[in-house]
């Protein structure tokens, strides 16, 4: 059984930086694809990045903005943000994403939030 934390969200000026972890506990983490979706209040959870076997795709809204990596050593995905600004402000969520032939699994951490305000 997989499961996620994430962890380092908080309250930041707008242009300011935080970085986002997902510690994964399970097996197999470098066989998932690592994902960040966000949920702000009255949106539905948008997709926000991607990262598998090295490839990446950042959805355009924080392109050149955030930038997503997996350390497979700790078992931890992060997502590093920068130049914040009020819109995304949102509880961001970590997810873990595999195919098994016909079954996908798929596991969600609880959130962490994040809110930019000066």
């Known amino acids: 059984q997989v499961q996620l934390v994430e962890s380092g969200g908080g309250l930041v000026q707008p242009g300011g930086s935080l970085r986002l972890s997902c510690s994964y506990s399970g097996s197999a983490f470098s066989n998932y694809a690592m994902s960040w979706y966000r949920q702000a209040p009255r949106n539905q959870r948008e997709f926000v990045a991607r990262?598998?076997?090295?490839?990446?795709n950042i959805a355009n809204s924080v392109k050149g903005r955030f930038t997503i990596s997996t350390d497979n050593a700790k078992n931890t995905a992060y997502l590093q943000m920068n130049s914040l600004k009020p819109d995304d402000t949102a509880v961001y969520y970590c997810?873990?994403?595999?195919?098994?032939?016909?079954?996908?699994?798929?596991?969600w951490g609880q959130g962490t939030q994040v809110t930019v305000s000066s």
């Open positions: 990262i598998f076997g090295g490839s990446t």
């Open positions: 997810n873990a994403n595999r195919q098994i032939g016909l079954s996908v699994r798929d596991y």
